[in-house]
């Protein structure tokens, strides 16, 4: 029997030798691939733009790519943008599919801090960017870039067109 259990180490040692295999096969797998259809525009559709103010935003990649994204997705979106220093997103959609008020209801279900404001639709979306300047509040585009006063000497046309809506300054008090 001694003999019996001094052969036991060595058979298990001989068939984990002979069974012990150093090939690697590789192993296979499958990976489902959502493959994102280019949306479909209805050539026929009568398209309209809006333009409105998002605010509680905190950060660019975050919050504005996020909501860009939320609204770019929903049917009837031709196009989305969000842009975090204005505040401002601009959407062209399909008005039979999409309406101010599902767009406001997406921006809000992304966050509750998310809150719209001004929105309106408008026939081509705004470049200018909103301004701290006091100088032309209540303006048009038009009059600040026209501006003469004193406030707006020695400034580009950009710079003229651009200034806060709560301007008190006596420059933009009055429209021309």
């Known amino acids: 029997m001694k003999t019996f259990i001094n052969i036991i180490p060595f058979i298990v040692l001989a068939l984990f030798l002979t069974n012990c295999k150093n090939e690697a096969k590789p192993e ?43 609204i770019s997705k929903m049917e009837g979106v031709k196009s989305a943008t969000v842009d975090f220093g204005r505040k401002l997103a601009m959407v ?43 100088c032309c509040a209540g303006k048009t585009d038009e009059e600040k870039s026209n501006c003469k006063k004193a406030c707006c000497t020695n400034k580009t046309e950009v710079e003229k067109k651009v200034c806060a809506a709560d301007c008190k300054k006596e420059c933009c008090a009055k429209k021309a």
């Open 28 to 70: 296979i797998k499958s990976v489902e691939v959502e493959t994102s259809a280019e949306k479909k525009l209805d050539p026929n559709a009568t398209y309209a733009k809006a333009e409105f103010t998002i605010d509680g935003m905190t950060c660019e990649i975050g919050c504005a790519k996020t909501i860009e994204k939320k």
């Open 92 to 134: 062209e959609y399909n008005e039979a599919k999409v309406t101010p008020a599902s767009l406001e209801g997406t921006v809000t279900k992304v966050a509750d801090i998310y809150k719209v404001s001004n929105m309106q639709t408008v026939e081509v979306f705004s470049t200018v960017k909103s301004c701290d300047k006091e």
